[in-house]
């Protein structure tokens, strides 16, 4: 069993629709990394949590200490967000991966 | 300061041959990360510096692979003898002190 586990691993969507993708892990961590990842493989980092909630934008991330859970949400989702998505966990030194939700939004 | 920089973007290289990336990182950050990603799946932790000090290894990172960080500033990562496994993108990131992390575009190696 994966550390960092995601679902779904792949997501499509219209245009406008909110989506959710969900995050469980099984360890101990410092913080929860949500990222994002285009084709050619360049990775931007969109929120960093160890509590609460966070929201930038149209994108939103929760997190759950006590069930080991986050999810991110695009609300109004666009073509634009269509990208692999990236749930990682920080331990002391090092961050692990889950292993992506592939995010198709369609006009 | 633009970021974490990574050179090359790509490599194609025959089988048994030696290749070596570069990733020069925020200057700032003391941090300095490679992980290795192949196609379908989440990036690998291969190994870190802080500073210059190289602190752990993955076990992935067998005895053909190298890293260093000179002067606690660039590192480069070797794969000698390459085989044809080694392909995938190999991504640097750095952050200061583990807080936050900002990657680079990452170095797609082809093994043919």
């Known amino acids: 069993k994966n550390e960092v586990e995601q679902s779904p691993q792949n997501l499509t969507a219209q245009e406008g629709e909110f989506i959710t993708i969900n995050c469980s892990y099984s360890?101990?961590?410092?913080?929860l990394h949500w990222l994002q990842q285009h084709p050619g493989g360049g990775i931007v980092s969109l929120f960093m949590?160890?509590?609460g909630k966070k929201k930038h934008g149209r994108l939103i991330a929760t997190i759950n200490i006590q069930e080991k859970h986050s999810s991110l949400h695009i609300t109004a989702s666009h073509p634009r967000d269509s990208a692999v998505y990236i749930c990682?966990?920080?331990?002391?030194?090092?961050?692990?991966f889950g292993t992506g939700t592939r995010l198709q939004v369609f006009p | 300061d633009t970021g974490v920089s990574q050179n090359p973007r790509h490599k194609i290289t025959k089988r048994g041959q030696n290749v070596t990336f570069r990733c020069d990182p925020i200057?700032?950050?003391?941090?300095l990360y490679w992980y290795r990603q192949t196609l379908g799946q989440g990036p690998e932790f291969l190994t870190y510096?802080?500073?210059?000090?190289?602190?752990?290894k993955s076990r992935l990172l067998s005895d053909r692979f190298s890293a260093e960080r000179p002067k606690g500033s660039f590192s480069t990562l070797e794969i000698q003898r390459t085989e044809q496994g080694d392909s995938a993108m190999y991504l640097c990131?750095?952050?200061?002190?583990?807080?936050?992390?900002?990657f680079g575009s990452g170095t797609r190696l082809t093994v043919v």
């Open positions: 200057s700032e950050h003391n941090r």
């Open positions: 990682a966990v920080s331990l002391t030194d090092k961050l692990i």
């Open positions: 990131a750095s952050s200061l002190q583990g807080y936050g992390y900002t």
């Open positions: 510096f802080q500073n210059e000090a190289q602190l752990e």
């Open positions: 360890v101990g961590i410092s913080a």
């Open positions: 949590l160890s509590s």
